[in-house]
């Protein structure tokens, strides 16, 4: 499975490189996005993701998350993505599009 990280900010901290000014997250959500990260990248394709249940991995509903799936980082924060298909190399592509606070 590969990934594409289309946020700047999370890209940055993807490649621990270091981030200048104030974090938008706390620290707890960074690091569960990094370990998040590592089990994305672990998998071999979206259904080992679904069988980890501690993800909570959902597709999401409305029209602003219409072909948008989640995973939880923690309690408040998810990892908002999208799935596209490599119909050559039958390789599934997650694009990570941003980390929302559920409850905002």
Known sequence: MQVIIEDHFL???ANYN???GKSPFPDQVIKAFRKRLYQI???KSTADLR???SLHFEKLKGKKYDG???IRLN???R???????????RLEIICIEEINNHYS
């Open 68 to 70: 948008k799936y989640s």
């Open 18 to 20: 270091k981030v200048t």
């Open 41 to 43: 990248k672990q998998a």
């Open 51 to 53: 069988m980890i249940k």
């Open 79 to 89: 990892l908002i993505f999208r799935i596209e298909n490599n119909e050559i190399s």
């Open 75 to 77: 309690i408040s924060y």
């Open 11 to 13: 890209g940055e901290v």
